[in-house]
Antibody, heavy 123, light 111 residues
Framework: EVQLVESGGALVQPGGSLRLSCAAS????????MSWVRQGPGKGLNWVAS????????FHVDSVKGRFTISRDNAKNSLFLQMNSLRADDTAVYYC????????????????WGQGTLVTVSS | QSVLTQPPSVSGAPGQRVTISCTGS?????????VHWYQQIPGTAPKLLIY???NRPSGVPDRFSGSKSGTSASLAITGLQTEDEADYYC???????????FGGGTKLTVL
């Protein structure tokens, strides 16, 4: 069974740091792009970052560039999100998701998703 | 303000048909990028419903169907059931933003 399990969410003060982890199982982790997507309280879904199979390419949404960094450890089937200089508007449930595509030129979709981990930024 | 525009809510009676629209622009849907749809039951993670505009993953009932034309896409649900009550999100890729984009979500109420 394909499974993604996030961890690391916590209450953190503004300006603080946090590292999220996602443990993948049930599929060949090294064959897939991976992503983080977040959802603020009562709000919609927002893509945060994506990383290529071998980690050689990384993309981040503008609002987190310079503050967040996506990374992966293929030997441990794990995905990470290092979050620095956290702000109140970073408060959200953070989902880890596998990216899939049939024609890379037409874009990718997220499947499956983990259960999410809650990050709360507040003093 | 989401890059893709969806109606905030739709509703229908059991057994009826509803559609949810997703409107983009020339830098995403109109540029030829595929549209994908997700169902999210409150308190749970999103689940893939439609990928590549029209394709259903195994296990998704054929009551759910997708279509795409120009700068828009639609999700249709026929034979509404109470368990279809959820939030629905469309997603595509935006070339000007160099990343994935979502619609704001549509809450489906089964009356």
């Amino acid at each position: 069974e394909v499974q993604l399990v996030e961890s690391g969410g916590a209450l953190v003060q503004p300006g603080g740091s946090l590292r999220l982890s996602c443990a993948a199982s049930g599929f060949s982790f090294t064959d897939h792009w991976m992503s983080w997507v977040r959802q603020g309280p009562g709000k919609g879904l927002n893509w945060v970052a994506s990383i290529k199979e071998d980690g050689s390419e990384k993309f981040h949404v503008d609002s987190v560039k310079g503050r967040f960094t996506i990374s992966r450890d293929n030997a441990k089937n794990s995905l990470f999100l290092q979050m620095n200089s956290l702000r109140a508007d970073d408060t959200a449930v953070y989902y880890c998701a596998r990216l899939r595509y049939s024609d890379w030129k037409k874009g990718k979709w997220f499947d499956p998703w983990g259960q999410g981990t809650l990050v709360t930024v507040s003093s | 303000q989401s890059v893709l525009t969806q109606p905030p809510s739709v509703s229908g009676a059991p057994g009826q048909r509803v559609t949810i629209s997703c409107t983009g622009s020339s830098s995403n849907i109109g540029a030829g990028y595929d549209v994908h749809w997700y169902q999210q039951i409150p308190g749970t993670a999103p689940k893939l419903l439609i990928y590549g505009n029209i394709n259903r993953p195994s296990g998704v009932p054929d009551r759910f169907s997708g279509s795409k034309s120009g700068t828009s896409a639609s999700l249709a649900i026929t034979g509404l059931q109470t368990e279809d009550e959820a939030d629905y999100y469309c997603q595509s890729y935006d070339a000007s933003l160099s990343g994935s984009v979502f619609g704001g979500g549509t809450k489906l109420t089964v009356l």
